[in-house]
């Protein structure tokens, strides 16, 4: 069965500071993989995904994610944190091999410190 | 872009009320699910749907019915709400595989007291 794995529920940086935000998962197949991001009182909203092109992967506000297929990972980063990237950041996969449900890791809450 | 529309952001209901919540996307999709969300629990798939009048139970069906009469409609039915089912309610729709995962709703937070 497919899993995603979240490293961490909360995580606290600086503004300024280097965001990584850990995310492990299980397929059978090659996947497809997305982060999401969620602020307060609101619906996820796409952040980046990965479907085979490139490994590195741009997605929206600075952040980024790399493909590992070694390490079945798919960690997103940012070079420095804003104050407005406090929100739940989630983790999801798809695989091509099933009805393309996505499976959810169970979020991490991401606080930026001023 | 496309839109999916939640009809209410926050609702309070009694216990025992029948509730409604509907969902409304624009795009044309054939794939519709139902999320709930609680803290520390993450998302917990509820119902899905591939198409019309067809409908598939989730991680935790129980409690919760759905109807899906037209592609663009997706409404989740609490038949007789319950303090347990407080909870963020999120709708997304999903187009083809592998392009964008799903798109959300902006959620209904449902309070039963």
């Known amino acids: 069965a497919q899993s995603v794995t979240q490293l961490g529920s909360h995580v606290s940086v600086s503004e300024g500071a280097l965001v990584l935000l850990r995310c492990n998962y299980s397929?059978?197949?090659?996947?497809?993989l997305f982060w999401y991001v969620q602020y307060p009182n609101q619906g996820l909203q796409l952040l980046l995904k990965?479907?085979?092109?490139?490994?590195l992967v741009k997605g929206i506000n600075g952040f980024e994610a790399e493909f590992k297929k070694s390490e079945t990972s798919f960690h997103l980063t940012k070079p420095s944190a804003h104050m407005s990237d406090a929100a739940e950041y989630f983790c999801a996969v798809e695989s091509r091999g099933s009805q393309g449900n996505l499976i959810f890791g169970k979020g991490t809450k991401l606080s930026v410190k001023p | 872009d496309v839109k999916v529309t939640q009809s209410s952001r926050y609702l309070v209901k009694r216990t025992g009320e029948k509730v409604f919540l509907e969902c409304v996307q624009d795009?044309?999709?054939?794939?519709m699910f139902w999320y709930r969300q609680d803290p520390g629990l993450g998302l917990r798939l509820i119902y899905f749907s591939y198409d019309v009048k067809m409908k598939e139970k989730g991680d935790i069906p129980e409690g919760y019915s759905v109807s899906r009469e037209k592609k663009e409609r997706f409404s989740l039915i609490l038949e007789s709400a319950s303090t347990n089912q407080t909870s963020m309610y999120l709708c997304a729709s999903r187009g083809p595989l592998g392009v964008n995962g799903y798109t959300f709703g902006s959620g209904t937070r449902l309070t039963v007291v």
């Open positions: 990965y479907t085979s092109a490139a490994t």
């Open positions: 397929s059978s197949v090659p996947p497809y």
């Open positions: 795009m044309d999709h054939e794939n």
